[in-house]
Nanobody, 128 residues
Framework: QVQLVESGGGLVQAGGSLRLSCAAS????????MGWFRQAPGEEREFVAA????????YYSDSVKGRFTISRDNAKNTVYLQMNTLKPADTALYFC?????????????????????WGQGTQVTVSS
């Protein structure tokens, strides 16, 4: 089973940027729909962004649209989340997730239950 390892989190001031990376352990990653989710203390896990296996389709939550960009490099088995104009409300533990369904419709990309492999998370803290 593919394993996912996130990196790139840290402490940043409001208005700053971070780029998260998620490295997958297997080539089967190239056929996976990939998503980023986040969870703040005391809150439920929240969808952030997702990308189809080819990278042709992307999907974002309204709260990050226009500020965050998801991308992938299948040659490196890695998916990225570029986060710009960060806000204190973006503070959370960010998780990478993979789905074995390469043809997941866009309307399903935001549901955590459609992903079957999860990373351990990387902390993002945005100070005001």
């Amino acid at each position: 089973q593919v394993q996912l390892v996130e990196s790139g989190g840290g402490l940043v001031q409001a208005g700053g940027s971070l780029r998260l990376s998620c490295a997958a352990s297997e080539r089967t990653f190239t056929r996976s729909t990939m998503g980023w989710f986040r969870q703040a203390p005391g809150e439920e896990r929240e969808f952030v962004a997702a990308i189809s296996w080819s990278g042709a389709r992307t999907y974002y939550s309204d709260s990050v649209k226009g500020r965050f960009t998801i991308s992938r490099d299948n040659a490196k088995n890695t998916v990225y989340l570029q986060m710009n104009t960060l806000k204190p409300a973006d503070t959370a533990l960010y998780f990478c997730a993979a789905s074995a369904n390469p043809l997941m419709p866009s309307q399903a990309m935001g549901a955590p239950l459609t992903y079957n492999v999860w990373g351990q998370g990387t902390q993002v803290t945005v100070s005001s």
